[in-house]
């Protein structure tokens, strides 16, 4: 486990208590991957892999005949449609935001981390489309997206940290020391980088709105953005 090595490295954490716990990880890691290998062999997943290839084939041929068509017609549609869907991924953030509110809930933060990962990646994909200057806010997702990406990685770590001392079969005050000392690290190290989340919370917040602007669209225009649209597409643009 990467996190466990970079913790290790730091020296600011009982050495003793992150190599039991990477051992256990490396354990259970090693048991998933025989149980994946045991369901999904390699000649199976090589037939997944070839029938993705013939189906991505047919798909840009559909799409060669289909540009002939219809040239230049849906590139305005597009952009439409992802600007519908960056208004839906920012109101999205909006309310997990609020329902994080400002206690430190890891539940709650994870929602607001896959929420922001969404709107970050729709952001990135509507700006290919257009020449705007998104980079600011870009930057802003991608920061707190980063914060709250540690968060869980800590969050993810000490659960495995408590398991591991809650497994304790014999009693070894030593090992049992070492593993509440890296607890209480990693709970420090946790709420850092919570009060971080919540210092950047208006820049985000702030992004968001933007962003979602484009939900106060009138419903005429979202049923012509809908009509102008190729059939297989119109549910996303809903």
Known sequence: MLLVEELRRSGRYAASALEQVGREVAR????????LAA????????????????????????????GRADAGRPRQAW?????ARLARRAAAVQAAVEVAGSMYVPEYLHD???ALKKLRYAAELL????????????????????VLG?????????EWVRQVQASLSTPDLSAWRDLGSLTRAIEDDCRLLHARYMRDRTR??????????????????????RRSLPPGTRRAAG
């Open 28 to 35: 259970t890691r090693a048991a998933a991957r025989e149980r």
């Open 39 to 66: 369901k999904l062999p390699i000649a199976k997943l090589e037939r997944v892999a070839h029938e993705l290839e013939r189906a991505a084939k047919r798909l840009e041929s559909a799409d060669m005949k289909s």
């Open 79 to 83: 952009r439409f449609a992802l600007e």
């Open 112 to 114: 607001v981390r896959i």
């Open 127 to 146: 700006r290919e489309t257009r020449r705007d200057r998104t980079s600011a806010d870009l930057r802003v997702l991608k920061g707190t997206q980063d």
């Open 150 to 158: 540690r968060l869980h990685d800590l969050e993810v770590l000490l």
């Open 204 to 225: 985000l917040i702030a992004v968001a709105d933007r962003m979602a602007a484009p939900a106060q669209h009138t419903p005429s225009v979202k049923v012509s953005l």
